[in-house]
């Protein structure tokens, strides 16, 4: 074969053989491509809904704006948590420009004792996206979001499923462009989060001022007719003690000052939902707590 | 920019289909190269172009005078060796040399705390700038040395100097073998492109498959994490590293030189299987080439090089090994580094003397090389003199291993073992000349090349910077 024809058929045959593989690979876990796309996508978009739910990880894996929409599919709904989100004044800014400026409008907040604490105000997840410069945005918005075609396969989930191993340890997050993260561990354990947050705590507690900022932004934000609904996402019982006791956050209080400012809080029972690690809820609850929560702020947004 | 990243392939796509309209002129031939070259280059950050500019204009004039001004030749070259090593100090060793100067006056109880007043601007390290340093030192040099006339065409200067392919990683190309071939208008045919498609893919493959896919078991072993010890462990993670650091270099510089080929240029061979080596000594003519020939020719051999005995020869060793480890990274591990290498071919001039040692077969010769090279890059990569003393002991160490390691980092071990059994088919096609011809009958090169390029896309790693861009 001359180098001409070579140059000619090599690129079909690549072609032939990805598509076999395609076919005959298992889908990959995590698309990062994607994954990429969707964080940029979350943070550098224009777009304003009616309905925002704001917060941490427990957020952006508890809250499917998809079943809030159920029952009131005439809005539009995004998820707009990232990961050990601190109630900064740069977030909080983010959150306000991200919600119509007219109609019918809910920002739900989830309130977790660390979203207060120095070292969750600084809010490095969100930042490692808003910093990227534009021509980074650029190329993830309109460039990167065709590599969700093409996912990284990993050799030891193609061997697991060749070989029928039984899958000893997995973490599945799927990202998804409205916000959420469709998450879930295998083994369950539901006290795998106690440990981290006991370190977490550590010389890092509840800071009073970044409350107050946060009350007045719900004041400011009531003023403006948009209603904030606060709550508490379920995780488990233990988690709340922890952080009960760790935290220096005191709920009660904060409850009553969040409704003087104009909040709505709702509660919710923990028993209805599952939590995988003791934090984050299994896909399957977050759907179901999505759910309740659409039909709870149903009449906020007649 | 850099060759595994989306903007490069759209660069690169466009640049090619635009430079036949441009090659057929000298001067938009060296135009397009320059400007294109920059376009790469300030993508990183623009405002280092003009350090290129800067330096580049001192070797260029200096160039001219030498040959306009014979008679003070020697100023000409001091003006370019001040220019290049100038910029090369302040941006890459200020911090070592102003740390390593206070620690030492604090050892006479003066506390003079230079590190703290080193200008931020030198802070920042320059991409590439050991390399197009060393690339336009050679071009003075050698005018010097009456090896090389100077051009006379600034763009001309410019093309070689800054052009893409080889501007931030390499490989170090003499004005020598390039400049000549700047002034011919490039031909080329289908051979040669198809040749650099392979380069370029291969040279992808190695980045992408095997380096990045082996990053995150090498980091995270030296990132303090102590998940894992024992010598099996320690040992994993150093020949891990030494293929990827083989494969990240290597496969910049395939991918640099498939580039060239494909314009219509050559550049020399920069890695040739290095880990297949019998001696330390061939080791240095396999691993980065144009480097280990820059300090041959322009450190070794003006010091004296063998022809001065055996003691100053090895003294000259010694120096050269020491400023190429220097030269590589402004820290002690890397000088300890340089050493370490020193040290082994020392050692291997006064064992080639003993009759024993041409005894032992090829295949031990090879996996001592690979041993030895494999302990050196234990300084090359710790982040610190400390992390590598307490790397080495725990290789030396005679205590039980947990493997459990093996299936934590089963990807990397796969790409490790597909790194591992490339260059064992690399040294079998060395010597069995039928394999050879099966590999040519068959055309097997479009299959390895078309299965590459699969690989590439879905097995590649998460997205890294190659390592020498550090350098």
Redesign the interface.
Known sequence: ????Y??I???P??LI??MV??MVLPTPNLN?AYRDYCWVKKTHSTEQFNILAIGDSRIYKGVNPTYLLDVNSEFNAVNLGYSSTGYSKEYLSFVSNRIKEKGKRVILSGITPYSFTPEALKNEHYKSFHDKNTMEVY?MLY??VYLKS?P?????EI?DYFTDASITYLYYNDFKENGWVKSYKFPFDSTAGLIPYRKNFVDNTSDDTAVEEYLNWVKKMSDKDVEIIGFRPPSTLAMEQLEDSLSGFNYSSFISKFKQNGGVWLTFSLKDYVSYDGSHLHYESANKFSKNLGLKIEKYLK | MVFNS??FLFFGLLFFLLWPLFKKKDTSRWLYLVSASFLFYGWWDWRFIFLIIGSGLIDYFSGLWIEKFPKYRKYSLILSLIGNLGSLSIFKYSLFFATSLDSLLLKFGVHSNLANNIPEFALILPVGISFYTFQSLSYTIDIYRGRLKPTKNLLHFFSYLSMFPQLVAGPIVRAKDLLKQLTKVPSV???Q???G?KLIVFGLFQKVVIADNLSLFIDSAFSGSKYYEGPAYWWFVMVAFAFQIYCDFSGYSLIARGLAKTMGYHFKMNFNHPYLSSSLKEFWGRWHISLSTWFRDYVYIPLGGARRGIYFGLLFLWVTMLLSGLWHGANITFVIWGAMHALFLTLERFYAKVKFFSRIPKGLLILITFIQAVVAWVFFRAESFDQSITVLKSMFMFQSSDFKFLTTY??AM??LGTAIIIELVILFKRYKISVQSVYQRY?L???F???A??AI??????GQQFIYFQF
């Open positions: 074969m001359t180098a001409k070579k140059i058929f090599f690129l045959i690549a053989i990805g593989l395609k990062d190329k460039l990167s093409f990284r396969y990993s050799p030891e061997w | 989306l903007e045919n289908s051979l492109v198809w040749h498609i089963f990807d796969i790409f055309n090169d479009v299959l090349i078309s299965i390029l699969v896309v879905m097995f590649r790693g998460e």
